[in-house]
């Protein structure tokens, strides 16, 4: 399938591993000019130079979404490098969870900080330029939990579930702007964040993700790939009528809609 993102400027946060490694690649392979944040600068780098060897145009910043001045230099060098936004992709964030009453307002704060007001930053400052030129695509990555939370499971389902109405009144407000705004709800999928802690515990991989596989209807975890295509999709000129919609990818996971 043609999904008509040749030349098309695609940016995307929290890039240097997992879902967003995979994002930019597979933005980069159906033609689209990537332009890639991430708080390290080195694995970024290594992204970048990965869509490069196979022919890929990339641009990488290393910025901290969290910080409004690190997103305005970041969304201010992708105008100067490439003169215009098409796609965003809000992914930038970590899994924060714990018992309710042991949780500070420092950890609320960041979370928050990162994950809600890290899209809202971007946001704020693409929009005016898909304005200009006619349309845009924004799809922010939540989670399935943003639905159906479970206990223990904050700051993240609260701030998640901030993204999904982040999402819907976005796609309402910019709809006549032709800029269509979406969410992929991720359930367990493969993230560097996993496989640290699967290094600092000195677990086995295959253990650690058979153990997660084992609440999942597919009886399997999610691969990063998997996210991409569908987000490929929703970037693409295929979803041309589709906004203000959420998509549960988690293996069937989830008992909500």
């Known amino acids: 399938m043609e999904l008509g993102l040749k030349d098309k400027v695609a940016v995307v946060t929290g890039a240097s591993e997992g879902i967003g490694r995979a994002t930019a690649i597979r933005l980069a392979l159906e033609g689209a000019k990537v332009a890639i944040c991430a708080r390290r600068s080195e694995p970024l780098e290594k992204v970048a130079n990965e869509i490069r060897s196979q022919g890929g145009e990339a641009f990488a910043h290393a910025a901290d979404v969290s910080k409004v001045a690190d997103v305005e230099r970041f969304i201010n060098a992708v105008i100067a490098q490439f003169g215009r936004i098409d796609i965003l992709i ?8 714990g018992n309710f009453l042991e949780l500070e307002d420092a950890t609320w704060e960041a979370d928050l900080d ?34 159906q939370p479970s206990a223990e499971s904050m700051p993240t389902t609260v701030s998640r579930a ?3 109405a982040l999402t819907k009144a976005l796609s309402k407000e910019y709809a006549a702007d032709n800029i269509l705004v979406n969410t992929v709800c991720i359930g367990k999928i493969k993230s560097g964040q996993h496989e640290r802690n699967i290094a600092r515990q000195k677990l086995e991989p295959d253990d650690h993700y058979g153990k997660l596989a084992k609440e999942i209807p597919m009886k399997r975890v999610g691969e990063p790939s998997e996210v991409a295509n569908v987000i490929a ?6 979803a041309s009528y589709v906004t203000g919609s959420s998509i549960n990818l988690d293996g069937g996971m989830s008992g909500v809609l």
């Not at 990162?114 to 304005?131: D, E, Q, S």
């Open 114 to 147: 990162l994950k809600l007001f890290g899209a809202i930053r971007c946001t704020r400052l693409a929009v005016p330029y898909m304005k200009k030129q006619g349309g845009g695509r924004i799809i922010n990555i939540t989670t399935s939990g943003a639905k």
């Open 90 to 97: 809000n992914n930038a964030g970590t899994s924060s969870r």
């Open 233 to 238: 999709f929703l970037a693409s000129e295929s």
């Open 162 to 164: 901030a993204g999904l």
